[in-house]
């Protein structure tokens, strides 16, 4: 099988494959045993940054679940990190930065830096030892979306409701759309970075946008967003949390009418087939089992698991996730059932098929 063949490439392409892809956002991460072993003493962005480790913890999942994708080990501040903005990121809580940027003066500071001048050897070769293992597997690249972005970086760490990036697109809309079409820029680089190194799809992660009127995200974000993607030479999945009141806006649909999202992720509150009703014929739906139920009987999950399939069927293309990442206490063999669950509701409808 040639990769543009696997099952992800093929649903993000618009058909339907015979095996439904499968993959889960946050599958590197705490929930596996050896992936804990392997950060003991070593912080977050470094490891981040040291192509063996990265490539190694982005491969455990890969091998352990037998999922149709890697998810590059990385995080959406990395790029801030290589453009030299001072930032850490604390266990238990997320990103933290040294110098919030919050004034139209921050703000010329910090676009200052050239954001395609990015120092990046250090992700192509992690991106390089990745796919030379996964060989027909795909590997997603990905980067944060300018909302999200900004939502860390104005308030200086994470926030519940990013009330200070709410504020500074109403309240200083030239220092917003500067900061934003910057970091459109930053997060352009890094997906290059991963795509020309092998990177074979790519993903934005917007998971904060859910807190944005559907106006202020029309206006505001959604241009910014199609700038780090559109025509970035690879398929392209485009995510966010509590998106269902502008979901149709996902898209990012140019002048020309064109998406230039690939693919919408859906969180677990809304119904793929309502989803799929509204994103239309050329976007493929990804999602979305909620990943509280990954601690629920099983029976409960298989349920939820093939309800997700039933409903996904009413799109042009599915491929399966969770409406969020995988949380760090998740029993890393529930992940693996669903997997296999996944290859098992695929051969019954194929013996359906056969039959009628
Ligand atoms: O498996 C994967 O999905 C790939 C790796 C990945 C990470 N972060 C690794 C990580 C990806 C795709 C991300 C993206 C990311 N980072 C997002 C968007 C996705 C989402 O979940 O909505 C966001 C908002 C961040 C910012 C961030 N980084 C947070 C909120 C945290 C959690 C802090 C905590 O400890 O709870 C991080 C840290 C982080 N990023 C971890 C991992 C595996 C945990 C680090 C650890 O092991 O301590």
């Given at each position: 099988m040639a990769l543009p063949d696997a099952p992800l490439l093929r649903a993000l392409a618009g058909d339907r494959p015979d095996r439904t892809p499968v993959w889960f956002m946050r599958q590197a991460g705490r929930s596996l045993p050896e992936y804990r072993e392997l950060r003991v003493g070593t912080r977050m962005l470094d490891a981040c940054l040291t192509p063996e480790l990265a490539a190694e913890i982005t491969l455990q999942p890969v091998r352990r679940h037998g999922v149709d994708a890697g998810i590059f080990f990385s995080d959406i501040v990395v790029p801030l990190r290589l453009a030299g903005v001072e930032v850490e990121i604390e266990p238990g809580r997320g990103p933290v930065f040294a110098d919030p940027v919050r004034t139209a003066d921050d703000v010329a500071r910090l676009t200052a830096i050239d954001p395609e001048a990015l120092d990046t050897p250090a992700i192509a070769e992690a991106v390089r030892i990745v796919t030379a293992e996964l060989g027909e597997?795909?590997?997603?690249?990905?980067?944060?979306?300018?909302?999200?972005?900004?939502?860390?970086?104005?308030?200086?760490?994470?926030?519940?409701?990013?009330?200070?990036?709410?504020?500074?697109?109403?309240?200083?809309?030239?220092?917003?759309?500067?900061?934003?079409?910057?970091?459109?820029?930053?997060?352009?680089?890094?997906?290059?970075?991963?795509?020309?190194?092998?990177?074979?799809?790519?993903?934005?992660?917007?998971?904060?946008?859910?807190?944005?009127?559907?106006?202020?995200?029309?206006?505001?974000?959604?241009?910014?967003?199609?700038?780090?993607?559109?025509?970035?030479?690879?398929?392209?999945?485009?995510?966010?949390?509590?998106?269902?009141?502008?979901?149709?806006?996902?898209?990012?649909?140019?002048?020309?009418?064109?998406?230039?999202?690939d693919a919408v992720g859906v969180d677990w509150r809304m119904p793929l087939d309502t989803a799929a009703g509204i994103l239309g014929?050329?976007?493929?739906?990804?999602?979305?089992?909620?990943?509280?139920?990954?601690?629920?009987?099983?029976?409960?999950?298989?349920?939820?698991?093939?309800?997700?399939?039933?409903?996904?069927?009413?799109?042009?293309?599915?491929?399966?996730?969770?409406?969020?990442?995988?949380?760090?206490?998740?029993?890393?063999?529930?992940?693996?059932?669903?997997?296999?669950?996944?290859?098992?509701?695929?051969?019954?409808?194929?013996?359906?098929?056969?039959?009628?």
């Open positions: 597997t795909p590997l997603i690249g990905f980067a944060g979306a300018p909302f999200t972005l900004a939502a860390y970086l104005v308030e200086g760490g994470p926030s519940k409701e990013h009330l200070r990036a709410r504020a500074m697109m109403h309240a200083d809309p030239e220092s917003w759309n500067r900061l934003a079409g910057w970091l459109a820029r930053l997060s352009r680089t890094f997906l290059s970075a991963q795509r020309d190194a092998g990177a074979a799809a790519v993903q934005l992660f917007d998971s904060w946008a859910g807190s944005l009127a559907p106006e202020d995200y029309r206006t505001f974000v959604a241009p910014h967003s199609a700038a780090a993607v559109r025509g970035i030479g690879a398929p392209v999945i485009h995510f966010g949390v509590g998106t269902g009141p502008f979901l149709g806006d996902m898209r990012l649909i140019g002048a020309d009418g064109a998406p230039a999202a014929p050329d976007v493929t739906v990804q999602g979305n089992i909620d990943p509280a139920l990954l601690t629920a009987p099983w029976p409960v999950l298989e349920e939820q698991v093939r309800e997700v399939l039933r409903r996904g069927r009413s799109a042009r293309a599915h491929i399966l996730n969770l409406g969020h990442g995988v949380p760090p206490e998740t029993d890393p063999a529930v992940l693996t059932r669903i997997v296999e669950l996944a290859r098992t509701v695929d051969a019954e409808n194929a013996a359906e098929a056969e039959r009628s």
